[in-house]
């Protein structure tokens, strides 16, 4: 599985690559169609990490504990 960073960092080279005025229809459409795969990576990943933040709960005491109770 290619890393947050890692897709965060191709995706900007593609929005650059989309930029330029040199692309055919067919590179920039194939940029486009990776980009999306790579933005559904990245977002998953984001899910997956916010809900790890969300389980992460500070006690009364100021200690954190994990919970699996989101409520």
């Given amino acids: 599985m290619t890393s947050f960073e890692d897709n965060l960092e191709r995706l900007e080279a593609i929005a650059a690559a989309l930029d330029r005025d040199d692309l055919s229809l067919e590179q ?17 990943e984001l899910g997956r990490a916010e809900g790890r933040v969300r389980q992460l709960v500070e006690r009364a005491d100021g200690v954190f ?5 989101l409520g």
């Fill in 28 to 44: 920039a459409l194939a940029l486009f169609e990776e980009g999306i795969a790579k933005l559904k990576d990245a977002s998953a």
């Fill in 65 to 69: 504990e994990v919970t699996d109770d």
